[in-house]
């Protein structure tokens, strides 16, 4: 029987769900593989730090459907989401996830734009006179 793990990741407005079975390193996001997905290296790179933190790259395919952000909080809400799903796997893991910093949900979200304002913090323009 494939053993699958589950977990949630998220950042700014985009969610992961992310699935880890054994294998060889494939990610497939959205029913595509990675490098066509996310064109930008930055990106790719991203979603593999959690691996290769803890030098498991090679051995779990990763299946991930993603929606909401844009492309770089995508990639880490897909890193967050491989990162709770390897602490499901081995929790021996965490200490060293937790120094890189993936453990932690980016808190980080767009401010709410207040009435009487231009946006979140910009005022119309003031004149005395």
């Known amino acids: ?3 699958k ?3 949630t990741g998220r950042r700014k407005t985009a969610i992961a769900r992310v699935w880890l ?3 060889d390193g ?3 996001i959205n029913e595509r593989d990675d490098e066509d997905y996310f064109s930008r290296p ?3 790179m991203v979603i593999r730090q959690a691996f290769e933190e803890v030098g498991l790259l090679a051995s779990y395919n990763t299946i991930v ?3 909401g ?3 770089s909080s995508q990639a880490g809400a897909i890193r967050h989401g491989i990162t709770r799903a390897l602490m499901k796997i081995d929790g021996d893991l965490r200490p060293k996830l937790k120094i890189a910093g993936y453990v932690t949900r980016d808190p980080r979200k767009k401010e709410r734009k207040k009435y009487g304002q231009k946006a979140a913090r910009a005022r119309f323009q003031f004149s005395k006179r």
């Open 1 to 3: 029987i494939m053993q």
């Open 21 to 23: 079975t054994a294998g």
């Open 5 to 7: 793990t589950y977990a």
């Open 69 to 71: 952000g844009g492309i």
């Open 65 to 67: 459907t993603v929606r």
């Open 26 to 28: 494939k990610i497939t």
């Open 42 to 44: 930055t990106a790719r």
